[in-house]
């Protein structure tokens, strides 16, 4: 299984309601990654979890709020968002640093098209 | 600064013809680089994966070079086919926390 499984597809939400985006891997990997992508531009990373543990925060806005319940999953709670928010959030998961680095490779899953009214 | 630059922006083929996309890169400390193909509202799918020892890798009609010494890498298409019509990123991978280094991409239609 060399999937990445994100769910939901596509979310329409307001700008006072909270969800979230959840994430799923059965790879063993035990880095998990959130990127956003706007509209023809290239992903742009948001969250690193290793071990479970938060390691990178590129200065998101605390209206993201990323939680990694177990190896597997991946969840990016939200509340409060704007309308320039709307994009597609993309999850990915590798091999970490304890590893072979050499040939890990990032899986990414098809993203969740979020998009606030 | 680590960057990862592609070129060209856009490219337009016919069905059929060959073309070659070029990527440019200065992360370091390097680990590995990719090529991904990213349909429009989907999530990237990896092509293949290139670390600083290989030269050349090919998967079906995709064939990816690297040369580590001018930090290049191109993705060749041959026989291209209408699926073919997606955007390709360049991805490198630096060693620090796998962080991950996205090129713009190039954004390829092919016309029947």
């Known amino acids: 299984d060399t999937e990445v499984t994100q769910t939901p597809k596509h979310l329409v939400m307001g700008m006072t309601n909270k969800k979230s985006l959840k994430c799923e891997q059965h790879?063993?990997?035990?880095?998990m990654y959130w990127y956003k992508q706007k509209a023809k531009k290239p992903p742009e990373l948001m969250f690193v979890y290793s071990y479970e543990k938060l390691s990178i925060n590129e200065s998101v806005p605390s209206r993201f709020s990323p939680e990694c319940p177990n190896s597997s999953l991946l969840n990016l709670h939200l509340h409060a968002l704007q309308p320039e928010d709307s994009a597609l959030y993309l999850c990915?998961?590798?091999?970490?640093?304890?590893?072979?680095?050499?040939?890990?490779?990032?899986?990414f899953g098809q993203g969740t098209r979020l998009t606030v009214v | 600064k680590n960057q990862v630059e592609q070129s060209p922006q856009s490219l337009i083929i016919l069905e059929g013809k060959n073309c070659t996309l070029q990527?440019?890169?200065?992360?370091?400390?390097?680990?590995?680089l990719r090529w991904y193909k990213q349909d429009t509202g989907r999530g990237p799918v990896s092509l293949t994966i290139?670390?600083?020892?290989?030269n050349t890798k090919s998967n079906g009609r995709y064939t990816a070079t690297l040369d580590a010494d001018t930090k290049q890498s191109s993705l060749h298409i041959t026989a291209s086919q209408l699926s073919d019509s997606a955007s390709y990123i360049c991805v490198a991978r630096g060693s620090t926390l796998g962080r991950l280094y996205f090129g713009r991409g190039t954004q390829l239609t092919v016309w029947p």
């Open positions: 290139m670390t600083f020892s290989e």
């Open positions: 990527c440019n890169y200065t992360v370091s400390p390097f680990s590995n």
């Open positions: 990915a998961s590798s091999a970490t640093g304890r590893t072979n680095l050499m040939n890990t490779e990032a899986f």
């Open positions: 790879m063993g990997h035990r880095a």
